[in-house]
């Protein structure tokens, strides 16, 4: 069955766990035509084969304009990370993707991310130093919201005590869209927008007035000395301003940046509170990942795709008609692929229902597939591994504080996301 939508979504059952529902769309058929509370009809695609066929379908644009334009009066709702940018990575199709990828590959390098390991230790000891002699609290906040606000500061090159606004701001990006002047989501959007064109203007200052390379230098030890020195934002900078032929232009840069911020920050927060939430609810996993913490690895990868924080991978247009199982998608129809429902397929993935840690065929798609393949995943990554290995090491007899049934979560429909997690230990 492929059609219009049998099951009720967006209720508060369906936020607190939406998994029947999802289950009962996928068993009906890979898409459904669904309304959503704004009024947008939109398709949903909810089964694997076809969500990883349509995460890489050029007949399904992500280009910011296009998507804006066929929104209309519901353009209001549509979170563009590019602030407004013609292009960046997360509105743009090839091949404007294709070169915006090509800058930012440039500065975001495997031996940048790899350098940050030892950070990422430090912090998280420091945070679980501070909560032990509580004996108590809200994960979400004093934990999970903290990790990855720190560290993407820390890759970013913005100064620590300004991580609590950059937490608020992406915070904010995820509420409800009013439309109105005062909306919050566009409010905040405006604000980091305004902050990391300082941002920007400062380091460009400073970078400007270091002395230049000795004579003699190569080239390689020119580059190993700048990334041991220099944040991303400066790197970014680098590759705006000193490149040859084709560059990022300013706005471009400061809207790379931002989405570099949202993208390594709320979805890791997310990703490491549900994952702790799961683990919490499944005692023999958590026995198991403790009995052997090797199995890390694989217990964050099998943690996204049961509970991942991403429910939906962002909104995308038909450019054409679309044949998707037995229905064909029109042109100009809005698209979603569920990654909730894909990364649960039983036609993919054995016993889909049932966490297990030690799980090794895992091509979950929390990470997106092909060409808008995530850019941070190794980072993602490693940020969990660390979280969690770290937390249930110090914590043994780590325990919900209320029943898991009056756990709230986020009504909003892209993530899924705890309002909070009070713990004991």
């Known amino acids: 069955m492929t059609g219009t939508c049998p099951v009720r979504l967006y209720s508060p059952d369906y936020f ?31 089964r694997y084969d076809e969500a990883r ?23 209001y709702g549509y979170l563009d990370p590019a602030n407004d940018a013609p292009h960046t990575l997360l509105s743009s199709d090839p091949p404007d ?17 790899a350098a ?3 950070r990422v230790h430090a912090i998280v000891d420091r945070l679980l130093d501070d909560l032990a002699p509580l004996h108590g609290a809200d994960l979400m906040e004093s934990f999970a919201a903290q990790v990855p606000i720190e560290v ?10 300004d991580c609590d606004h950059f937490k608020r701001w992406t915070s904010a990006l995820f509420l409800p869209h009013t439309g109105t002047a005062d909306d919050p989501a566009t409010d905040a959007m405006r604000s980091l927008g305004a902050y990391l064109t300082d941002l920007v203007a400062h380091k460009r200052a400073a970078r400007d007035a270091q002395e230049p390379a000795q004579d003699g230098q190569d080239g390689q030890h020119a580059q190993d000395t700048q990334e041991a020195h220099d944040d991303l934002v400066t790197a970014l900078i680098a590759v705006r301003d000193d490149g040859d032929g084709d560059r990022l232009s300013e706005h471009e840069l400061v809207s790379m940046i931002v989405q570099l911020l949202i993208a390594g920050h709320e979805t890791t927060v997310n990703g490491i509170g549900n994952a702790v939430f799961t683990l919490l609810r499944h005692p023999d996993q958590l026995a198991a990942l403790r009995s052997d913490p090797s199995l890390i690895r694989t217990a964050v990868d099998e943690l996204l795709r049961y509970e991942g924080p991403l429910e939906t991978a962002i909104l995308r247009v038909a450019v054409e008609d679309v044949p998707v199982g037995d229905a064909v ?16 397929d039983p036609a993919h993935f054995t016993d889909p229902d049932a966490l297990r840690v030690d799980r090794e065929e895992n091509r979950h798609l929390q990470f997106g597939h092909g060409t808008h393949n995530c850019l941070g995943a190794h980072l993602a990554r490693t940020e969990m ?13 780590l325990a919900l504080a209320i029943p ?17 997690l009070p713990v004991t230990w």
Do not use: Y
């Open 152 to 161: 993407i500061c820390e890759l970013l090159g913005v100064p620590v005590e």
């Open 116 to 118: 940050l390991r030892p």
């Open 16 to 46: 607190h766990n939406p998994h029947p529902a999802l289950t009962d769309l996928r068993d009906a058929g890979p898409v459904h035509r669904v309304a959503r509370p704004d009024g947008l009809d939109v398709w949903l695609i909810t």
């Open 404 to 420: 898991a049934d009056d756990v709230r979560w986020r009504e909003i429909m892209i993530m899924r996301s705890l309002t909070e």
């Open 385 to 397: 591994e660390i979280a969690l290995g770290s937390l249930l090491g110090r914590f043994p007899d």
């Open 53 to 75: 066929a349509a995460l890489t379908d050029a007949r399904f644009s992500m280009d910011g304009h296009r998507v804006q334009q066929a929104l209309g009066a519901h353009a």
């Open 329 to 344: 998608i029109p042109a100009g129809a809005f698209v979603k692929v569920v990654l909730a429902s894909a990364d649960r």
């Open 97 to 113: 993707h294709t070169r915006l990828r090509r800058f930012v590959n440039r500065a975001f390098t495997a031996r940048r991310i």
